[in-house]
């Protein structure tokens, strides 16, 4: 710290004015304000770092700023959680204070770790707002102290308007820098709503033109295509109905909010209502095809009336699943029935059946027939053909079962003979040795 001659020396006040006089110079700098700021406060304090903290905090962030450190290598502890932890004590006092190591132990931590023992810290207050601190930290003794507080307390209000004034020229600058590139991007915007709106217009007429040219395009390839369908309709090897179904459908309407909840129950119990549904179904087209798979004569006698069709008891329950499969929301249904045909014979078809969707109201119903009679005929040929074989294997299993039992009885026999045989040799082998031991012994006797 300067000696005393500093202080009482008139020329002090002069370096204060002048400390004054450049810090006003470099108000529009606040970098070389904090760095000329805390190398003079170090220089006239000898303590051994002085931080300038910018305060950013609002009601919700608490947030400072290092302006400045003197020594620069003290800046990465200023920066560290350490500092930022005492920056926001600090932020809390409302007046300069003196630290003689005997603070709350929070701060007398910190200040002790980095070997700081003598500190002061100058609140930088502009218009009852917080805008900084100044804290002269490790000040070598006590002596002068007082004059130091004043001169600093002096330059700290001095120091806390320069800060407001950068802080709200910094606002300031952002905020005109943000309007002027709002103004811009809203002029090229505008500029850009123009150029499109232009090409717009013209685009719109283009495609005017091109519509129309597409609407007399598409109507004559609607035209063709509807040609195309009725030529494959009529053409097709596949018999196809075009059925209104909407009267049943409105009926199971009905039944369902009188409360019929079993429906395939209610159709096996109630015939009339399935006779009045197959009599309400109306025919609106077949194909070609369709003339010759029935034996049709025409159209008109063909389409008169569903009923032709079902007449046969054996035919009825294709009917009956075909209404089941309606009210179990199948929008395509597969099957095959027995039919009956205008001249009254029965063929059997594999039949598909497009429903509409569920509670719809139109009753449009598609519906193609392949005649699968010879199919059905071959089928019952081989099952008749299968039941044939099998009681052909039958009688030649039961055979073969005669066989291998008579086959094991001889297997059976052999072994009993072999057996015998068996014992037979092993007794004339017996036979042979005492011959042959009866032979040696009259041998002996001449001898």
């Known amino acids: 710290m300067k000696s005393d001659a500093s202080y009482r020396d008139p020329a002090f006040t002069v370096m204060a004015m002048d400390i004054l006089s450049n810090i006003l110079s470099r108000a529009d700098n606040p970098g070389d304000l904090g760095t000329y700021l805390t190398e003079e406060v170090r220089d006239l304090t000898g303590a051994r770092c002085v931080l300038l903290i910018q305060c950013l905090c609002t009601p919700t962030v608490n947030e400072h700023r290092v302006v400045s450190v003197n020594p620069f290598r003290r800046r990465e502890w200023a920066e560290s959680p350490a500092g930022n932890r005492l920056y926001e004590v600090v932020h809390r006092m409302p007046a300069a204070q003196l630290w003689r190591g005997e603070e709350p132990a929070e701060i007398a931590g910190l200040l002790r770790r980095e070997g700081f023992e003598l500190s002061m810290v100058f609140p930088l207050n502009a218009g009852g707002l917080r805008v900084g601190t100044m804290l002269v930290l490790g000040l070598p003794d006590e002596e002068h102290i007082t004059a130091v507080l004043s001169l600093l307390n002096n330059l700290s209000a001095i120091v806390a308007l320069v800060l407001r004034n950068t802080i709200l020229y910094e606002k300031q600058e952002q905020l005109i820098q943000e309007r002027t590139e709002e103004l811009q991007n809203a002029n090229k915007q505008l500029q850009i709503e123009?150029?499109?709106?232009?090409?717009?217009?013209?685009?719109?007429?283009?495609?005017?033109?091109?519509?129309?040219?597409r609407v007399r395009r598409r109507t004559r390839e609607l035209a063709e295509s509807e040609a195309r369908f009725r030529t494959i309709y009529e053409t097709s090897p596949v018999s196809i109905w075009q059925e209104d179904w909407t009267p049943v459908i409105q009926s199971i309407k009905e039944l369902r909010a009188q409360g019929v909840g079993d429906l395939a129950a209610y159709f096996r119990e109630h015939p009339d209502f399935v006779a009045r549904a197959l009599n309400e179904i109306k025919i609106v087209d077949v194909n070609h095809w369709t003339l010759g798979m029935f034996s049709g004569t025409n159209k008109t006698e063909t389409i008169a009336s569903l009923e032709t069709f079902f007449s046969t008891p054996d035919?009825?329950?294709?009917?009956?699943?075909?209404?089941?499969?309606?009210?179990?929301?199948?929008?395509?249904?597969?099957?095959?029935?027995?039919?009956?045909?205008?001249?009254?014979?029965?063929?059997?078809?594999?039949?598909?059946?497009?429903?509409?969707?569920?509670?719809?109201?139109?009753?449009?119903v598609l519906v193609s027939v392949i005649d699968i009679t010879e199919r059905k005929r071959a089928e019952e040929a081989i099952r008749t053909l299968n039941a044939t074989l099998e009681e052909r294997v039958l009688e030649r299993t039961a055979q073969l079962e005669e066989a291998i039992a008579t086959l094991n009885s001889e297997i059976a026999e052999r072994r009993r003979a072999e057996d015998a045989l068996l014992r037979l040799n092993r007794e004339l082998r017996a036979i042979s040795n005492c011959n042959q031991v009866l032979m040696r012994a009259e041998d002996e006797q001449t001898l």
């Open 315 to 364: 035919s009825m329950p294709g009917f009956i699943d075909e209404l089941n499969a309606l009210v179990q929301g199948e929008t395509v249904y597969c099957t095959e029935m027995a039919l009956n045909t205008v001249q009254g014979d029965s063929i059997h078809g594999l039949v598909t059946v497009a429903f509409p969707p569920p509670d719809s109201d139109p009753g449009e």
């Open 194 to 213: 123009l150029t499109e709106r232009k090409r717009a217009e013209e685009e719109i007429h283009a495609l005017n033109a091109s519509l129309e040219a």
